[in-house]
């Protein structure tokens, strides 16, 4: 496959950061709090008094699904960071969005002890991400996938079955250093470091290309032709699975989600803009990515280059399938695929 597409990154975008309002459960946000333009506005830490850890706002949360189907030179590996110079908290949480113009937030469990816990992103698409909180202290990273726009941020923590109570609650108005900022940096579902085995092997693959989707072939035909579907995995994995891009490329084997989370951590440390797109193929719920080309834009439907035409960047069936012609055509076919999320 060859390509003269030049890998080029939109000019940066001035930043701002608002805070609009944040709430411990069952409080009603203040009025929103606007902030002189390219200045970030601290919500305090809220008082702990009278605050109820369970009794407060009630929301069913069911888990999600695990994406699953088998069937038809140097590196940029950013770092996430949380320094705490926009927050909004009280005593059991934190949400960190000192860094929304670079495409994420970063949310932090401080009770400590081992509750089940949510964390809920709701952007302006309308769409919310569902995703599980450590509790160990640590920070978690989540990104803002819609882009610029108002931003609500809940955690919640499990009260009875599916039900959860409302932690703590905030909105943020992001506005994005560039239109690629969540989709270059590590998070909870493409984690990966400067230290990562995944990052080295990306960096000798790509060592010389400067091009974009010259870098996508090299690592595309390395997952495809090294990396085995693991049925044994996918008969046991549960919801809350997160992919271990590491342990994946040692193992030689993964799932659907460990394909393409080991793909996309390979092509943005390497300065690739990449989304891993979960979703459905028919009903079989999958992961896929979409890249950018500096002429194209996002190529969306369409990515693997036969000779003739750009086919749907899809790791999974390419290798289970052996890259067959019957499995190649439905990779094509952008009709299989419906998009439900954007990590």
């Known amino acids: 496959m060859r390509n003269n597409f030049a890998l080029a990154l939109l000019t940066a975008i001035l930043l701002g950061l608002c805070a609009t309002g944040c709430a411990p459960a069952d409080r009603i946000p203040d009025a929103d709090v606007s902030a002189p333009a390219a200045e970030a506005v601290t919500i ?19 888990d999600e699904d695990v994406p699953l189907s088998a069937a038809p030179g140097g590196s940029l590996a950013l770092t996430p960071s949380a320094p705490g110079t926009a927050v909004c908290e009280n005593k059991s949480a934190v949400i960190d969005y000192s860094n929304a113009k670079d495409g994420y937030i970063c949310v932090s469990w401080k009770e400590g002890g081992s509750p089940k816990l949510k964390t809920l992103v709701k ?30 941020v809940g955690v919640y923590k499990n009260v009875s079955g599916s039900e959860y109570a409302t932690v703590l609650s905030g909105t943020v108005e992001a506005k994005l250093s560039d239109e690629f900022a969540p989709f270059l940096r590590p998070n909870q579902y493409i984690n990966f470091t400067a230290d990562s085995q995944a990052v080295k092997k990306a960096a000798e693959l790509c060592a010389g290309l400067s091009d974009n989707l010259d870098k996508v072939e090299k690592v595309y035909t390395f997952v495809v032709d090294n990396i085995t579907y693991d049925r044994e995995k996918a008969q046991t994995v549960k919801s809350g699975y997160l992919p271990d891009v590491d342990a994946t490329l040692n193992a030689k084997k993964g799932i659907c989600f460990d394909y393409a989370s080991l793909m996309a951590a390979m092509l943005r440390s390497q300065g690739a803009p990449v989304k891993l797109v979960v979703g459905y193929t028919g009903e079989a719920y999958h992961a896929w990515l979409n890249v950018w080309s500096s002429q194209d834009g996002w190529i969306e439907s369409k990515i693997y280059f036969n000779g003739a035409e750009w086919k749907l960047m899809d790791p999974t069936f390419a290798s289970t399938g052996n890259q067959s012609d019957d499995i190649m055509k439905y990779i094509g076919d952008g009709a299989n695929y419906t998009a439900k999320y954007l990590y």
């Open 123 to 152: 952007g302006p698409s309308g769409a919310t991400y569902q995703y599980n909180l450590r509790t160990d202290g640590k920070y978690d990273v989540f990104p803002l996938s819609d882009g610029n726009g108002a931003y609500t």
């Open 44 to 62: 305090g830490a809220l008082t702990d008094e009278g605050f109820p850890l369970t009794g407060a706002q009630v929301i069913a949360i069911a």
